[in-house]
């Protein structure tokens, strides 16, 4: 999977102490997906579509789970399914780095920006998806979740896409 700006992002995550880059869909970072659900669901509704409507355009909840690992939340208690799930998408910073230098085009390295910063160890998540999706609203229940510059809580070593001073 290439990155491409705005479709296949880069997220980074912070688990168990463990900081990891992965390359992914954007899709699956809409962390709470039973509340993006009823969400489409009343987005429906107030269209005047029917229930039916909703049910053979989007599929019922379990249909639209198995878009993403059949994770209704992820959330600290998941976050250990979810990633394993995620594996072949994990990516080094270092390798980043090297795409990040070797960029040719200013959209092959806005596409090499991260995205998103998901801390599971302290329920914290930050978008800066740079188009309107309002990601920071599909946080789950009780984390911080903002659209909002996350590059304080990057390990230094990982900042692959800032040059030094």
């Known amino acids: 999977?290439?990155?491409?700006?705005?479709?296949?992002?880069?997220?980074?995550?912070?688990?168990?102490?463990k900081f990891q880059w992965?390359?992914?869909?954007?899709?699956?970072?809409?962390l709470d997906y039973r509340r993006l659900y009823d969400?489409?669901?009343?987005?429906?509704?107030?269209?005047?579509?029917?229930?039916?409507?909703?049910?053979?355009?989007?599929?019922?909840?379990?249909?639209?789970?198995s878009t993403r690992f059949r994770i209704p939340v992820v959330d600290r208690d998941t976050a250990k399914d979810f990633l394993k799930q995620l594996r072949d998408n994990a990516i080094s910073g270092g390798e980043l780095a090297y795409q990040f230098i070797r960029a040719e085009h200013e959209e092959q390295r806005r596409a090499l920006v991260p995205v998103?910063?998901?801390?599971?160890?302290?329920?914290?998540?930050?978008?800066?998806?740079?188009?309107?999706?309002?990601?920071?609203?599909y946080a789950p229940e009780g984390w911080?979740?903002?659209?909002?510059?996350?590059?304080?809580?990057?390990?230094?070593?990982?900042?692959?896409w800032i040059e030094p001073v």
């Not at 999977?1 to 102490?17: D, H, S, T």
């Open 22 to 30: 992965y390359l992914t869909d954007k899709s699956i970072w809409k």
């Open 116 to 137: 998103f910063f998901v801390d599971f160890d302290n329920k914290r998540f930050f978008s800066q998806f740079p188009e309107k999706d309002n990601f920071e609203q």
């Open 39 to 65: 969400d489409w669901h009343l987005t429906y509704q107030n269209r005047g579509k029917s229930d039916l409507d909703f049910v053979r355009e989007v599929g019922s909840f379990g249909e639209f789970l």
């Open 144 to 160: 911080q979740s903002a659209y909002a510059d996350f590059t304080a809580y990057i390990p230094a070593a990982e900042r692959y």
């Open 1 to 17: 999977m290439e990155p491409k700006y705005a479709e296949n992002i880069i997220a980074g995550v912070l688990f168990k102490k």
